[in-house]
């Protein structure tokens, strides 16, 4: 998602990492086999208590029900303000499903409990927030500060990032919140906005600090999403100026793509955001970026099997995207190219993506069947069908 400098470029909450706000052991450097292994059927549908609940009678509304601009409204996730205490209805607050909440800033809608009551309703979208520690710690007001990912490798066991996590993810569930942006699985080759947002420069590192930090959310009934893929670790540039490079497919396939290899094959939900990036020898177009290219879903799932659901990064205020299209032309792109739920961190495009998509989706046959594979992998995540 956004990065540090842009972060505070809209006038949001960003905080320095407190070391002293996890256990540390001096020169933690762990190795993957000190993360718990996962039992996957402890991810239980939960109430935004925290408490375990039944999962919701009959699972989730059948997509091909929907009508096709109720099908193109639950493919977009939306940036909506904390601050305010009245849920939009096309989030699902007027009892259809509806599309995801990228809850960006604010406080009182989260304190007032307002999306606590959204999560509690049977057909609950996504409800998101993007919360890494370090810079990256949105509504720390609610959650408290964490530290870096760099910093949780250097000073912590992974048992100790699990736990961190798990503790922040409670939090979370607390105020509704069913989704984390988090954890970044980047390897820190240089890129200037990855840094200390990434738990090292070694596969190995990444994957025992990422997965015990995912491992933690899902403890505590929070979706991690892994980020970004496939790698924006060696990308000289910033996708939110303009489209980055990054070093080659074939550096990326054996060194980049390994924390996704590992953690994808451990037991789940796991969802998955894709970067805007340029990768020479992947990208089939240059001017086109990863998060619109079907060569990088083809990855996803020819590859690396991933059946869960793929989420573009913003693409509402990124110039990787917008110096090329508007934003519900992306929106379209993004879904024929196969990823299963676009993001926009901002509203104001709202209404006129969901028009653009749900006109691409009657317009033929297949369009439709994209979408409705789409709904489905989002099925798998949402409260409603996590069994």
């Known amino acids: 998602m956004r990065f540090p400098h842009a972060v505070a470029a809209l006038g949001l909450v960003v905080l320095t990492s407190c ?3 996890l256990a540390s052991t001096p020169g933690g450097t762990g190795s993957p086999s000190e993360v718990p292994v996962r039992d996957g059927s ?3 549908a939960m109430n935004a208590g ?4 039944p999962a919701h009678q009959g699972g989730c509304p059948d997509p091909a029900q929907f009508d096709t ?3 193109a409204r639950s493919l977009i996730m939306v940036g909506v303000s904390g601050d305010t205490t009245e849920i939009p209805a096309w989030l699902g607050a007027d009892g259809t499903p509806g599309s995801g909440a990228f809850v960006i800033d604010g406080e009182d809608g989260l304190s007032s409990g307002s999306f606590a009551a959204l999560a509690r309703e049977p057909n609950s979208p996504l409800i998101a927030v993007d919360y890494e520690g370090g810079l990256v710690s949105r509504h720390a007001f609610q959650f408290s500060e964490a530290p870096s990912a760099a910093e949780q490798a250097a000073q912590s066991t992974p048992s100790q990032v699990r736990e961190l996590a798990a503790a922040k993810g409670r939090a979370m569930r607390s105020v509704g919140v ?7 699985v980047d390897l820190n080759l240089g890129s200037p906005i990855v840094g200390s947002r990434s738990f090292g420069s070694e596969p190995d590192q990444v994957i025992a600090y990422a997965g015990a930090f995912a491992a933690g959310l899902h403890d505590a009934g929070v979706l991690p999403v892994l980020k970004h893929f496939p790698g924006h670790g060696s990308a000289a540039g910033d996708s939110h100026q303009g489209l980055p490079t990054t070093d080659s497919w074939d550096q990326l396939r054996s060194r980049d793509l390994l924390p996704y290899r590992s953690l994808l094959a451990q037991p789940g939900p ?3 955001m894709v970067g805007h990036l340029h990768v020479p020898g992947l990208s089939s177009d240059g001017e086109l970026p990863t998060s619109l290219d079907p060569a990088t879903y083809r990855v996803l799932r020819d590859d690396l099997h991933f059946t869960g659901p793929a989420i573009t990064d913003d693409l509402a205020d990124m110039r990787a995207v917008t110096d090329r299209m508007s934003t519900p032309e ?3 792109r993004a879904i024929a190219a196969g990823a299963d739920q676009a993001l926009l961190a901002e509203p104001d495009n709202y209404q006129a993506a969901v028009a653009a998509l749900a006109d691409w989706g009657a317009a033929d046959v297949g369009h439709r069947q994209r979408m409705l594979e789409a709904a489905r992998r989002l099925a798998t995540v949402l409260p409603c069908g996590r069994n």
């Open 42 to 44: 402890r991810f239980a």
């Open 50 to 53: 925290g408490a375990e609940r």
């Open 69 to 71: 601009t109720t099908l």
């Open 178 to 184: 069913n989704t984390d942006f988090a954890p970044v």
């Open 330 to 332: 992306a929106v379209v």
């Open 19 to 21: 070391a002293g706000s």
């Open 270 to 272: 796991w969802a998955v």
